[in-house]
């Protein structure tokens, strides 16, 4: 028992150790941080109103310039349009007709009821057209059954 005892105090004073040296990690990196702030702010207050305005100014059309060019790289997708719902090749659900009209928003739909076909319905508008089927699954082939031969054939 005396010996569990030993190894728990030793266990508590390592723990403390730790925790008192991240502490004086934690103290001197922000420390560092105030004094780089402290830096930045005279060197602003050196410049002049005008020229501050200017870089303001530039680093304002930089942000335009990479939002614009985002904007323009976001993927474009090419949607089927069929009984009322948008599709996408090989996803088996569909986007909302009302939402990507009004806002050009595309939105997934949710099953709301599970029948055959299954109707969805738009969590963000509510929009809810009738039951539609995928447009590249295909129609239900009727089987052809052969006959069974019951018996020898005599």
Aim: positive net charge; contains cysteine; charged residues 20%.
């Amino acid at each position: 028992m005396d010996i569990i005892a030993k190894i728990k105090e030793k266990i508590i004073d390592r723990l403390l150790q730790i925790g008192l040296f991240l502490i004086g990690v934690l103290l001197t990196a922000l420390a560092f941080l105030l004094d780089q702030i402290f830096e930045i702010q005279q060197t602003v207050s050196k410049l002049s109103p005008l020229l501050l305005l200017k870089i303001i100014l530039l680093l304002s059309a930089v942000v335009i310039f990479l939002v614009a060019y985002i904007l323009h790289k976001r993927p474009k997708y090419k949607f089927t349009r069929f009984n009322d719902l948008l599709w996408l090749h090989n996803d088996p659900i569909p986007f909302c007709l009302n939402c990507y009209e009004a806002n050009n928003n595309a939105f997934h739909m949710f099953v709301k009821a599970q029948t055959d076909p299954p109707r969805y319905k738009c969590q963000h508008c509510g929009y809810y057209p009738k039951a539609s089927k995928h447009p590249d699954e295909p129609k239900e082939i009727n089987k052809i059954t052969q006959p069974v031969n019951e018996g020898d054939g005599e």
